[in-house]
Nanobody
Framework: VQLVESGGGLVQPGGSLMLSCAAS????????MRWYRQAPGREREFVAFISSGGGGRTYADSMKGRFTISRDNAKNMVYLQMNSLKPEDTAVYYC??????????WGQGTQVTVSS
C-alpha cells in the first residue's frame, strides 16, 4: 500500500497550488479519501473529504470556497486544488485513504509554504 503526495512548494499569498496523491496497492475506488494538514507546533487537522465515488465532498470551514477536492478512480488519484492561499495555510499536507474501521492509510506528506 502506498500513497504518494506531490505538488507542494512555495507560493505567494493569494496564489494557487494543486496537490496530487497517487494511490497503489489497494482497491482505490473502495476507499474514501481525505486531505489533512499539520502546521509546525499544531495538531493535524482535517482539510477535505471525498466519498469513494466522488459524489460527496466536505470541507473544513476555513477551506470552503478556496479548496476543491477531486478524485479520478481510473487513475487512482486524488487532488486538492488550493486557491487564494494564505500564510496560515502553510503546513505539511497529507492524503488519507480509509475503508471501514481497520483500513487506514497515510502518505508521507508534501510541504506547502505560503509566503511573500
Amino acid at each position: 500500500v502506498q500513497l504518494v503526495e506531490s505538488g507542494g512548494g512555495l507560493v505567494q499569498p493569494g496564489g494557487s497550488l494543486m496537490l496530487s496523491c497517487a494511490a497503489s496497492g489497494f482497491t482505490f475506488s473502495n476507499y474514501v479519501m481525505r486531505w489533512y494538514r499539520q502546521a509546525p507546533g499544531r495538531e493535524r487537522e482535517f482539510v477535505a473529504f471525498i466519498s469513494s465515488g466522488g459524489g460527496g465532498r466536505t470541507y473544513a470551514d476555513s477551506m470552503k470556497g478556496r479548496f476543491t477536492i477531486s478524485r479520478d478512480n481510473a487513475k487512482n488519484m486524488v487532488y486538492l486544488q488550493m486557491n487564494s492561499l494564505k500564510p496560515e495555510d502553510t503546513a505539511v499536507y497529507y492524503c488519507n485513504a480509509r475503508s471501514g474501521s481497520t483500513r487506514d492509510y497515510w502518505g508521507q506528506g508534501t510541504q506547502v509554504t505560503v509566503s511573500s
